[in-house]
């Protein structure tokens, strides 16, 4: 009875509105809310269908074909009313942007292949170095701190960037710890997706390395590559993994599943829709499920790995979703402690996506992640040792204060 009184009362603002792309759009939107939603949000779907609806009259007044532009911004609003952050609206444009990052499907736009966290004190500090990309292939590493650009001290960040905005070789003058260095680049096309990388910051104590995961989005590669430089790490002599996923916002289930068994080995936990249940977890070099809406099945890593050194983890307000994952398995299933900020808070739900009729979409938390024992998981990550992430700080000094905890952690001088 319910549903058909709300279906009454749309109908009716169709009528007032007119029937329009508007309206059409609002219409189609609010149905797949209504249908796929399986949050933990107490949304009154009804009040908030009947506000839009109203809210659509009001906007289309005098527009007998009210344009879809009308319904996207009302839309927006009406998945921000939601609160869950796994939910959210898409624009034509950022939807072909989402898909081409969970494809790992590069901007064919020349690039140095870095990215930059902060700037502070006339410092600009290096985040991620893109694996064999021209940053990589020149030797700049992550934290490293670039203080002048082709001889040039930098004035602020539009600086750095506006003089790196070129064609031609830039010679960038690096602080690495103390060391001081000068090392010359030039963009490139990239054909790589974003992958972790492995590296051994200057200063860490020998057999330590920083495992970096950006994010999980692409396919069938994050959780592998994770197993392969563990196997790397190993075949170097590694004594102690420090996993580094600060600001990783997160991606494909089958990737988090994969990734945390290098250090764990097998855990189990579970998927949840409205209608459908499916494992979650990894068990001897096997991924043992994804969601029933992803197209991409679980499959058998060609060469797992098995870490059985000191691990510590880092997170920060910006780890999200897949990467909660990762840190809350690492933790509850090895023990292994975890320093930094609380999380994001989107891990105990997934996402999926549902295109719209004007090429924008819906991201709509379809899916809730629990224990074999049947209890959700947490909302988020409570880190053992609280620590905040402060770029601007390893800019201005080069140190990373996070780093000198985990050693700690893991009882390394």
């Known amino acids: 009875m319910r549903m058909r009184l709300w279906v009454l009362a749309f109908v009716a603002w169709v009528g007032l509105v007119g029937a329009s792309p508007a309206s059409d759009l609002l219409q189609q939107a609010v149905g797949e809310l209504r249908t796929h939603y399986y949050g933990y949000s107490p949304v009154d779907w009804d009040v908030l269908a009947e506000q839009s609806g109203h809210e659509l009259e009001q906007a289309c007044t005098g527009q007998p074909q009210c344009?879809?532009?009308?319904?996207?911004?009302?839309?927006?609003?009406?998945?921000?009313?939601?609160?869950?952050?796994?939910?959210?609206?898409?624009?034509?444009?950022?939807?072909?942007?989402?898909?081409?990052?969970?494809?790992?499907?590069?901007?064919?736009?020349?690039?140095?292949?870095?990215?930059?966290?902060?700037?502070?004190?006339?410092?600009?500090?290096?985040?991620?170095?893109?694996?064999?990309?021209?940053?990589?292939?020149?030797?700049?590493?992550?934290?490293?701190?670039?203080?002048?650009?082709?001889?040039?001290?930098?004035?602020?960040?539009?600086?750095?960037?506006?003089?790196?905005?070129?064609?031609?070789?830039?010679?960038?003058?690096?602080?690495?710890?103390?060391?001081?260095?000068?090392?010359?680049?030039?963009?490139?096309?990239?054909?790589?997706?974003?992958?972790?990388?492995l590296h051994a910051p200057r200063g860490l104590p020998e057999g330590v390395f920083v495992l970096r995961i950006p994010d999980f989005a692409v396919y069938q590669q994050i959780g592998p590559r994770v197993h392969q430089l563990v196997l790397e790490a190993q075949a170097n002599?590694?004594?102690?993994?420090?996993?580094?996923?600060?600001?990783?916002?997160?991606?494909?289930?089958?990737?988090?599943?994969?990734?945390?068994?290098?250090?764990?080995?097998?855990?189990?936990?579970?998927?949840?829709?409205?209608?459908?249940?499916?494992?979650f977890g990894y068990a001897d070099g096997a991924i043992l499920g994804n969601d029933p809406k992803d197209p991409n099945p679980p499959y058998h890593l060609e060469q797992p790995a098995r870490f059985t050194g000191r691990v510590a983890v880092l997170v920060s307000r910006g780890t999200a979703s897949c990467g909660e994952i990762m840190a809350y398995v690492l933790q509850q299933f090895g023990g292994i402690k975890v320093i930094g900020q609380r999380t994001a808070g989107v891990m105990n739900t997934a996402t999926e996506f549902w295109p719209l009729a004007d090429g924008s979409a819906l991201a709509i938390t379809y899916v809730r992640t629990f224990k074999t024992s049947g209890e959700a998981l947490p909302e988020y990550v409570t880190p053992d040792i609280e620590m905040v992430y402060d770029p601007e700080a390893i800019a201005r000094t080069g140190r990373d204060a996070m780093l000198e905890k985990a050693l700690e952690v893991m009882g390394i001088r």
Not at 88 to 100: G, I, K, M, N, V
């Open 67 to 197: 344009g879809v532009e009308t319904a996207a911004r009302i839309i927006a609003r009406l998945v921000r009313n939601i609160g869950d952050g796994h939910t959210f609206y898409l624009s034509p444009q950022r939807y072909q942007q989402f898909r081409a990052w969970l494809a790992g499907q590069p901007d064919s736009t020349p690039i140095y292949g870095i990215t930059i966290p902060a700037f502070s004190d006339g410092r600009v500090l290096i985040g991620e170095v893109r694996p064999r990309s021209a940053a990589d292939l020149a030797g700049v590493r992550p934290y490293d701190r670039v203080v002048a650009v082709n001889g040039a001290p930098i004035s602020s960040l539009e600086d750095f960037r506006a003089r790196i905005n070129t064609d031609q070789p830039v010679q960038l003058t690096l602080l690495r710890g103390e060391e001081r260095l000068q090392l010359t680049l030039s963009r490139q096309p990239y054909s790589l997706p974003v992958l972790p990388t």
């Open 237 to 279: 002599g590694a004594k102690a993994l420090i996993v580094d996923l600060r600001d990783n916002s997160g991606g494909e289930e089958t990737e988090c599943q994969g990734a945390p068994g290098a250090f764990v080995g097998n855990f189990a936990l579970e998927m949840r829709t409205r209608s459908a249940s499916v494992p």
